[in-house]
């Protein structure tokens, strides 16, 4: 049996969270995991760092999010951003580094009585 991980992350190098993710990274790929970070701002040419595509409708979508924050706590700045209404972001489930990489495959097996023994949800 075969694990992959991906990481998620919003910065690739930059926090706290950045360096923790990193570490992990490291370790699992030490132990033999196949492992990648998927992060929103990526600082390094790593390939097994990938960025999400940056558009500006995104940073739209961000924006109204603030402004409703912003309206709903009467036009205070106060704890703009320590609010998420999560009514805005990306669906990973859809890009590559998070769709099964043998699914296909599988669901061909699958219709002529083969079995497989993995459970690789994620691609490396």
């Known amino acids: 049996m075969h694990m992959r991980v991906l990481i998620i992350n919003t910065s690739e190098r930059i926090g706290g969270a950045a360096i923790a993710a990193n570490r992990l990274m490291e370790a699992l790929k030490n132990n033999g995991i196949k ?14 760092v990938v960025e999400l595509k940056k558009s500006w409708w995104k940073v739209w979508q961000f924006i109204w999010e603030r402004v409703v924050i912003w309206q709903a706590n009467h036009f205070k700045k106060h704890n703009l951003f320590a609010v998420d209404i999560a009514n805005t972001g990306t669906n990973i489930t859809a890009l590559p580094e998070f769709i099964r990489k043998n699914y296909r495959q599988e669901k061909r097996n699958r219709l002529f009585g083969i079995s497989l023994q993995t459970n690789s949800f994620l691609v490396s």
Not at 35 to 48: A, E, F, G, P
Request: hydrophobic letters at 30%; aromatic letters at 0%.
């Open 35 to 48: 492992t990648k970070m998927l992060v929103r701002d990526k600082q390094t040419d790593q390939i097994s």
